[in-house]
């Protein structure tokens, strides 16, 4: 699905030989703007795709730098010569811009797909104090970048210089509670020979970052594919809302960012029982790593589905396909039936029958990263 994403162009473009970059600092609910001198002009439009963010128009070199990252590597900028590097500034206790802006890179890297091996990321720490290694390992994790970048920290004299290298602004050690958590956010985009080229300051728009990546990792970059739902592997996964236990809904397309695995089944399945158990036992192991089962009863009451549910200590949320009209849309026509959704809702893979337990390994990890756990 690679080139899926639809790519944004700006309405307008702004041409200068010098143009100040405000950069929105969000602390606390309070918005300041930091004003960063640098020579920059934004794309003019052409027939050809050209980079969306704040283009630094004399590409200046990128400041070097030597920190280790969330699992004690040493890393330098250096060492990515040769490929674009997205290096971006933020602390794993912000509770505000931070958690958006590594979902969007999250985002952005999984709209890419394998491509997105040719690009590196690295975050800096903004808050040295705070950002332990499991502190910057566990906000790694939360935004499924656990093994997909490096989140660098060091003492704040480390630090500092380079946050002045590139114009980033963290709050004093030993700052008040209304302050201590205000910083700089802004993600730069340096080239395979180590120039700063692309500027974004703030929150980021996906469809902006994928495009910039795709340009100078040197990926294909093409108009949006647009399909149809359907219950075929490439194709967006139709859409549904039903009830649960406890009158608790489901709504499929709210569980984007997340990997599901639809279940459909019957109590008077026998194949279906001896599957379930295992289903428990993935979703237990790897929900922390954004995997869930959905089990979708098919025409049978509330009481026999959660009863024989109980019965076989299900784990996962199990809904009710009263009426068999998501059955139809699914094209089920035997059980168990199967269908494995990745984060950005399309489906990856069908499966008539028991899954076996190879499963897990073939098909869910891959769509998880290597930090999926059992």
Known sequence: MEGAAAIHRPRSAVVGTRV????????????????????????VTSSRPSLA?????????????????????????????GRPVVLTFME??????CPRVADKIHQAVDEIGSGS???????????????????????????????????????????????????????????????????????????????????MGGDLTVSDLELDIRLLAGLPVGPP?????????GHPAPDFVLSGAGGKTVHLNALRGKVVLLNF??????PCRSEMPELSQWYKGTQKSGFTVIGVDELEGASAA??????????????????????????VVGLPSSFLIDRRGVVRATTMGVVRSAYLAQHIRPLLGSGSGT
């Open 92 to 97: 794993s206790h912000c509770t505000q811009l």
């Open 117 to 199: 091996n040719r690009v590196a990321i690295l975050a800096v720490s903004t808050d040295p104090e705070g950002d332990t290694p499991a502190a910057s390992r566990e906000f790694s994790r939360q935004h499924h970048l656990l093994d997909r970048w490096h989140y660098l920290s060091a003492s704040r004299g480390v630090l500092t210089p380079i946050w002045h290298d590139y114009y980033i602004y963290a709050a004093p050690k030993g700052a008040s509670p209304s302050v201590d958590a205000a910083h700089t956010s802004a993600t730069y985009l340096v080239d395979s020979a180590g120039r700063e080229r692309v500027l």
């Open 225 to 233: 594919v647009r399909l149809d739902p359907a219950p075929e592997v």
């Open 53 to 81: 963010g704040t283009v630094l128009f004399k590409k200046p070199p990128a400041p070097s730098f030597r920190l280790r990252d969330q699992f004690g590597r040493i890393v330098t900028l250096s060492q990515f010569r």
């Open 20 to 43: 100040w970059v405000a950069i929105a600092l969000l602390a606390l609910g309070a918005v300041g703007l930091v004003f960063i001198p640098r020579n920059a002009v934004n794309r």
């Open 265 to 270: 089944w019957a109590s008077s399945c026998l």
């Open 306 to 331: 959660m009863g024989y549910a109980k019965q076989l200590h299900v784990t996962y949320p199990i809904v009710l396909d009263g009426d068999g009209n998501v059955s139809i849309k699914y094209d």
